[in-house]
Structure formats: structure tokens, C-alpha cells
């Protein structure tokens, strides 16, 4: 097996939350595929918040796409001349007000779709967080912030109330991480 190689790639959309590009790949077997369509998107981070009391902070938020209120952990986009450990550390401020003194811990780096999209997820894990500002959202982020234990979370997602995947997975990636250390 071999990469495939590309033989055209041209733009059919850019925008700033992402572009498509159509690809004309040739497989290694020589089979052509004229259309394939991908999904240029930016990496984004995403942390469970863990404050002094064990109580796991995420956000409630209506998500267009997915016509619904979503609970989620703090999350977003990569700004310009940032480290993934800065984006989160800003992105957790803005949303939740939460900061915290302690080393960030690294969950784990993640494609999010390679059949479709370019982009990948950076998941950490922030311990003895504490709230010291307010929020300060982007003007199309309308967001609560809300808190549960730590252990309740599984029911959550039991009980189908958690159904963000990258929130159920950090959740499980921050789980297994606190019960090994």
C-alpha cells in the first residue's frame, strides 16, 4: 500500500472557519478518483476542568448544525502565533473564567475525520481550577457554564444528556489518566 498521489487540487470554497478543496488523487493500484472532496478546517483544543472540588466545568450552548443544546467541555480554534497549551489556557478563560496555576496535561492529539477533514483535536487535562474572571465571548458565542462531579459524568452520558463525542472522549481520556496517576 502507498500513498496516493495527487494529481490536481483546486479550491471550490475558502472562508475563515474553513475551505473545500477538490482533489484528483491517483491510488497506488492507478484507479483515479476525479472528485474527492476535503475539508480544510483549523486544529482546535478542547480540556476537561477539573477545579479545587473535584466538580468538572463545561459549557451549554446551542449548536446550528446539530439543532440542539449541547453540554461540552471548554473548547475552539488556534488563533495566529499561539501554542496549543496557550489556545486552551485562553479559550477556558474566555468561556468558563477559569484559571489555574497547575501544568496543563496532555491527553492526547487526535484527527477528527482524516477520511474527510485535514484538522486535528488537542486534548488536555486542567486540575485545580479556579475562577477568578468573567467571561469574555466571541459576539456569536452565547454560552452557560456549568458544573457537575466528576464521577457523574458517565451518567451524563448514559442518560444521553453529554452526546458531544470529543467531550465524551476527553472525558474518558482525563478519567483513565486520573485513575492511573
Request: charged fraction near 25%; glycine fraction near 4%; proline fraction near 3%.
Amino acid at each position: 500500500m502507498e500513498k496516493w498521489k495527487v494529481l490536481n487540487s483546486e479550491y471550490t470554497y475558502k472562508s475563515p472557519f474553513g475551505n473545500l478543496r477538490k482533489d484528483t488523487c491517483e491510488m497506488s493500484d492507478g484507479t483515479v478518483i476525479e472528485d474527492y472532496y476535503v475539508n480544510e478546517y483549523a486544529d482546535w483544543v478542547n480540556a476537561v476542568v477539573l477545579t479545587e472540588d473535584n466538580e468538572i466545568v463545561l459549557v451549554r450552548q446551542y449548536r446550528h448544525p446539530g439543532n440542539g443544546f449541547y453540554l461540552e467541555v471548554p473548547a475552539g480554534k488556534i488563533e495566529e502565533g499561539e501554542s496549543y497549551e496557550e489556545a486552551i489556557r485562553r479559550e477556558i478563560r474566555e468561556e468558563t473564567g477559569y484559571i489555574s496555576e497547575q501544568k496543563l496535561i496532555l491527553l492526547g492529539e487526535f484527527m477528527v475525520n482524516p477520511a474527510t477533514q485535514t484538522n486535528k483535536v488537542i486534548s488536555y487535562l486542567m486540575t485545580e481550577a479556579v475562577h477568578m474572571h468573567e467571561q469574555n465571548l466571541d459576539e456569536t458565542e452565547v454560552l452557560d457554564v456549568v458544573y457537575y462531579p466528576f464521577e457523574s459524568i458517565e451518567e451524563l452520558i448514559r442518560n444521553k444528556e453529554i452526546t458531544q463525542l470529543f467531550t465524551v472522549t476527553a472525558y474518558h481520556l482525563a478519567k483513565n489518566y486520573l485513575s492511573n496517576s
